[in-house]
Protein backbone atom coordinates (compact mmCIF):
# COMPACT_ATOMS: atom_id res chain seq x y z
CA UNK A 1 0.00 0.00 0.00
CA UNK A 2 2.74 2.48 0.43
CA UNK A 3 3.77 1.42 -3.17
CA UNK A 4 0.54 3.19 -4.11
CA UNK A 5 1.67 6.54 -2.08
CA UNK A 6 -0.17 6.26 0.92
CA UNK A 7 1.43 7.30 3.93
CA UNK A 8 2.36 4.85 6.48
CA UNK A 9 -0.49 5.40 9.39
CA UNK A 10 -3.31 5.38 5.98
CA UNK A 11 -2.03 2.26 5.44
CA UNK A 12 -1.46 0.76 8.55
CA UNK A 13 -4.93 1.61 8.84
CA UNK A 14 -6.17 -0.10 5.58
CA UNK A 15 -3.84 -3.30 6.35
CA UNK A 16 -6.11 -4.29 9.17
CA UNK A 17 -9.27 -2.85 8.29
CA UNK A 18 -10.04 0.04 10.46
CA UNK A 19 -11.54 3.25 10.62
CA UNK A 20 -9.50 4.57 13.12
CA UNK A 21 -7.26 7.77 12.39
CA UNK A 22 -3.33 6.57 13.32
CA UNK A 23 -2.56 10.06 12.41
CA UNK A 24 -1.31 10.35 15.86
CA UNK A 25 2.86 9.51 16.37
CA UNK A 26 1.51 8.22 19.96
CA UNK A 27 -1.12 5.90 18.44
CA UNK A 28 1.57 4.91 16.06
CA UNK A 29 4.44 4.62 18.75
CA UNK A 30 1.81 2.54 20.87
CA UNK A 31 1.20 -0.09 17.98
CA UNK A 32 4.74 -0.37 17.50
CA UNK A 33 5.81 -1.64 21.64
CA UNK A 34 2.63 -3.76 20.82
CA UNK A 35 4.71 -5.65 17.55
CA UNK A 36 7.64 -5.42 19.69
CA UNK A 37 5.88 -7.14 22.81
CA UNK A 38 4.13 -9.57 20.52
CA UNK A 39 7.24 -10.28 18.43
CA UNK A 40 9.33 -10.94 21.02
CA UNK A 41 6.83 -13.11 23.85
CA UNK A 42 7.31 -10.18 26.33
CA UNK A 43 5.20 -11.08 29.58
CA UNK A 44 3.60 -7.17 29.19
CA UNK A 45 0.07 -6.58 29.12
CA UNK A 46 -0.76 -3.12 27.11
CA UNK A 47 -3.09 -0.73 28.33
CA UNK A 48 -4.41 2.07 26.82
CA UNK A 49 -5.02 5.73 28.31
CA UNK A 50 -7.15 7.63 26.73
CA UNK A 51 -5.98 11.07 25.67
CA UNK A 52 -8.14 13.83 27.40
CA UNK A 53 -6.75 17.07 25.34
CA UNK A 54 -6.35 17.21 21.44
CA UNK A 55 -3.02 16.44 20.28
CA UNK A 56 -2.69 19.00 17.89
CA UNK A 57 -4.12 21.94 19.77
CA UNK A 58 -1.17 24.75 21.00
CA UNK A 59 -3.47 27.18 22.20
CA UNK A 60 -5.54 26.18 24.89
CA UNK A 61 -4.82 27.11 28.62
CA UNK A 62 -6.44 24.26 30.24
CA UNK A 63 -4.72 22.54 33.49
CA UNK A 64 -3.34 19.35 31.17
CA UNK A 65 -1.80 20.21 27.60
CA UNK A 66 0.43 18.71 24.81
CA UNK A 67 4.40 19.37 24.33
CA UNK A 68 3.46 21.15 21.18
CA UNK A 69 1.42 23.95 23.14
CA UNK A 70 3.89 23.91 25.92
CA UNK A 71 6.47 24.92 22.84
CA UNK A 72 4.49 27.21 21.34
CA UNK A 73 3.61 28.76 24.65
CA UNK A 74 7.74 28.87 24.84
CA UNK A 75 7.97 30.54 21.54
CA UNK A 76 5.72 33.48 22.69
CA UNK A 77 7.41 33.85 25.39
CA UNK A 78 4.09 32.80 27.63
CA UNK A 79 4.25 31.61 31.44
CA UNK A 80 4.21 27.56 31.43
CA UNK A 81 5.11 27.27 35.46
CA UNK A 82 1.20 25.56 35.68
CA UNK A 83 2.35 23.02 33.37
CA UNK A 84 5.67 21.74 34.76
CA UNK A 85 7.25 20.59 37.37
CA UNK A 86 10.03 23.63 38.60
CA UNK A 87 13.08 21.00 38.21
CA UNK A 88 12.14 21.05 34.23
CA UNK A 89 11.43 24.36 34.32
CA UNK A 90 14.58 25.37 35.50
CA UNK A 91 16.09 23.21 32.44
CA UNK A 92 14.35 24.33 29.95
CA UNK A 93 16.54 25.16 26.52
CA UNK A 94 15.30 26.92 23.82
CA UNK A 95 16.58 25.67 20.20
CA UNK A 96 17.48 27.95 17.60
CA UNK A 97 15.60 27.04 14.52
CA UNK A 98 17.69 30.11 12.27
CA UNK A 99 20.55 28.19 12.86
CA UNK A 100 19.07 24.66 12.00
CA UNK A 101 17.41 25.86 9.31
CA UNK A 102 21.09 26.98 7.93
CA UNK A 103 23.08 23.94 8.88
CA UNK A 104 20.53 22.30 6.80
CA UNK A 105 19.93 24.53 4.04
CA UNK A 106 24.22 24.72 3.74
CA UNK A 107 24.58 20.44 3.72
CA UNK A 108 21.32 20.12 1.42
CA UNK A 109 22.97 21.82 -0.90
CA UNK A 110 26.68 21.10 -0.53
CA UNK A 111 25.96 17.29 -0.72
CA UNK A 112 25.95 15.87 -4.51
CA UNK A 113 23.83 12.60 -3.67
CA UNK A 114 21.36 13.70 -1.49
CA UNK A 115 19.59 10.01 -2.19
CA UNK A 116 22.41 8.23 -0.37
CA UNK A 117 21.29 9.30 3.05
CA UNK A 118 18.83 7.39 5.04
CA UNK A 119 15.10 7.75 4.11
CA UNK A 120 15.31 9.65 0.94
CA UNK A 121 13.21 8.23 -1.62
CA UNK A 122 11.65 8.27 -5.13
CA UNK A 123 13.59 11.68 -5.95
CA UNK A 124 12.26 13.48 -3.20
CA UNK A 125 15.94 14.85 -3.15
CA UNK A 126 15.55 16.83 -5.97
CA UNK A 127 12.64 18.50 -4.06
CA UNK A 128 14.66 19.62 -1.36
CA UNK A 129 17.13 20.95 -3.44
CA UNK A 130 14.56 23.27 -5.15
CA UNK A 131 12.50 24.31 -2.06
CA UNK A 132 15.10 25.15 0.44
CA UNK A 133 16.22 27.95 -1.57
CA UNK A 134 12.76 29.51 -1.73
CA UNK A 135 12.34 29.00 2.05
CA UNK A 136 13.44 31.44 5.05
CA UNK A 137 12.74 28.86 7.96
CA UNK A 138 12.85 25.45 8.95
CA UNK A 139 8.77 25.44 9.60
CA UNK A 140 8.20 26.78 5.67
CA UNK A 141 10.98 24.60 4.66
CA UNK A 142 8.77 21.57 6.04
CA UNK A 143 5.14 22.87 4.97
CA UNK A 144 6.76 23.08 0.87
CA UNK A 145 8.27 19.83 1.16
CA UNK A 146 4.91 17.93 2.37
CA UNK A 147 3.47 15.48 0.34
CA UNK A 148 0.78 12.61 0.16
CA UNK A 149 3.43 9.93 1.04
CA UNK A 150 5.49 12.16 3.60
CA UNK A 151 3.85 12.75 6.95
CA UNK A 152 5.41 15.50 9.16
CA UNK A 153 7.65 13.12 11.28
CA UNK A 154 8.95 11.33 8.59
CA UNK A 155 10.43 14.66 6.89
CA UNK A 156 11.73 15.63 10.45
CA UNK A 157 13.80 12.16 10.49
CA UNK A 158 14.95 12.81 6.83
CA UNK A 159 16.18 16.29 7.80
CA UNK A 160 18.05 14.46 10.89
CA UNK A 161 19.50 12.15 8.74
CA UNK A 162 20.89 14.24 6.57
CA UNK A 163 22.47 16.85 8.98
CA UNK A 164 24.32 13.80 11.05
CA UNK A 165 25.38 12.08 7.74
CA UNK A 166 23.45 8.91 7.95
CA UNK A 167 23.52 6.88 5.30
CA UNK A 168 21.68 3.87 3.82
CA UNK A 169 24.94 2.11 3.44
CA UNK A 170 25.26 2.23 7.51
CA UNK A 171 22.34 1.52 8.15
CA UNK A 172 22.21 -1.49 6.12
CA UNK A 173 25.54 -2.86 7.94
CA UNK A 174 24.30 -0.96 11.34
CA UNK A 175 25.30 -3.27 14.11
CA UNK A 176 24.93 -1.85 17.97
CA UNK A 177 28.81 -1.28 19.01
CA UNK A 178 27.36 -0.29 22.55
CA UNK A 179 24.57 0.86 25.13
CA UNK A 180 24.96 3.61 27.61
CA UNK A 181 23.11 3.21 30.43
CA UNK A 182 22.44 7.27 30.83
CA UNK A 183 21.37 7.51 34.50
CA UNK A 184 20.66 5.01 37.61
CA UNK A 185 20.33 5.46 41.00
CA UNK A 186 22.12 3.08 43.66
CA UNK A 187 19.73 0.61 43.28
CA UNK A 188 19.95 0.52 39.84
CA UNK A 189 23.70 0.36 40.07
CA UNK A 190 23.25 -2.99 42.71
CA UNK A 191 20.99 -4.32 40.03
CA UNK A 192 23.22 -4.04 36.89
CA UNK A 193 25.96 -5.46 38.68
CA UNK A 194 24.25 -8.63 39.47
CA UNK A 195 23.13 -8.70 35.90
CA UNK A 196 27.03 -8.03 34.01
CA UNK A 197 26.98 -11.58 32.86
CA UNK A 198 23.50 -11.69 31.11
CA UNK A 199 24.71 -8.53 29.12
CA UNK A 200 25.25 -9.27 25.75
CA UNK A 201 25.85 -5.76 24.56
CA UNK A 202 29.67 -4.50 25.30
CA UNK A 203 29.20 -1.35 27.56
CA UNK A 204 32.56 0.40 26.98
CA UNK A 205 32.17 2.69 24.12
CA UNK A 206 34.05 2.14 20.78
CA UNK A 207 35.99 5.43 19.52
CA UNK A 208 36.25 3.80 16.08
CA UNK A 209 32.32 2.59 15.29
CA UNK A 210 29.79 4.37 13.03
CA UNK A 211 27.81 4.65 16.23
CA UNK A 212 29.96 6.76 18.12
CA UNK A 213 31.09 9.02 15.06
CA UNK A 214 27.14 9.67 14.96
CA UNK A 215 27.00 10.57 18.36
CA UNK A 216 29.77 12.67 18.43
CA UNK A 217 28.10 14.78 15.04
CA UNK A 218 24.84 14.79 16.47
CA UNK A 219 26.53 16.39 19.85
CA UNK A 220 27.84 18.91 17.63
CA UNK A 221 25.28 19.87 16.14
CA UNK A 222 22.89 19.93 19.45
CA UNK A 223 25.68 22.47 20.81
CA UNK A 224 25.31 24.67 17.49
CA UNK A 225 21.32 24.93 18.00
CA UNK A 226 21.15 24.74 21.66
CA UNK A 227 24.32 27.21 22.89
CA UNK A 228 25.54 23.94 25.04
CA UNK A 229 28.71 21.87 25.33
CA UNK A 230 27.53 18.57 25.13
CA UNK A 231 30.16 17.96 21.92
CA UNK A 232 33.53 18.57 24.59
CA UNK A 233 31.79 15.95 27.57
CA UNK A 234 30.79 13.17 24.99
CA UNK A 235 34.57 13.64 23.61
CA UNK A 236 35.98 13.96 27.15
CA UNK A 237 34.03 11.74 29.09
CA UNK A 238 33.46 7.63 29.60
CA UNK A 239 30.15 6.41 30.66
CA UNK A 240 30.44 5.47 34.24
CA UNK A 241 30.92 1.43 34.85
CA UNK A 242 28.96 -1.41 36.38
Do not use: W
Not at 82 to 92: G, R, T, V
Not at 101 to 121: D, G, R
Not at 187 to 213: A, R
Request: glycine share 2%.
Amino acid sequence: MLKKGLNYPTALAKAIATNINFNNPNDLLAISYIKAIQKNNFPIEPISIKRTNAYHDIESSEEIVSASNIRNKLEKKEDITKYLPLDSLENILTPNYNKLFELLKFKILTTPHLENFLTIEEGIENRLKKEIQNCNTYQEFIERIKTKRYTYNKLNRMCIHILLGITKEQNKNATLSYCKILGFNKKGQEFLKHQKENVKIPTIVDKNSIQCQIEITASLVYDLIMSTNTYNYEKKNQPTKF
